[in-house]
């Protein structure tokens, strides 16, 4: 039997904390009860799916905003959705090569640091300082 849905048993149900949950509602993920006159909110069990849903998409990298366009296209819209999907994946491949750029430009100062005897020049600050090596 599952309890009255309240803010703290969604949320511990979701795995998120209330403040999520509110911070969900605040930005239209999902939608508040509303509050009877005498007790507390109660949420539908499918607020927690939903929930799970933003986090699973959140650790795909899509942003609240990306994720909110995919629940506004729902079921029924897959050809929609896989354009969002290829889209997400594009800019993803291109955070990789700007990464892997800068991951060698690291490797190279601390090549520099490592392969010199200079105790009063570090060419990685000298480099940052703009007074060696271009980046």
Known sequence: MVKALTIGYLARMAGVNIETVRYYQR???IDEPPKPSSGYRIYPLQTVDRIKFIKRAQGLG?????????????DGHCADV???AEE???HIEQQ?????KLRNT??????????TDDSV???????LAGQ????
């Open 27 to 29: 930005t239209g993920l």
């Open 62 to 74: 899509f942003s609240l905003k990306e994720i909110n366009e995919l629940l506004e296209l729902g």
């Open 82 to 84: 896989r354009v969002k």
């Open 88 to 90: 997400k994946r594009a």
């Open 96 to 100: 990789i090569i700007e990464l892997t």
């Open 106 to 115: 690291l490797d190279t100062l601390i090549n520099s640091c490592q392969n």
């Open 121 to 127: 020049h570090c060419p990685i600050v000298e480099t």
């Open 132 to 135: 060696g090596t271009e980046l």
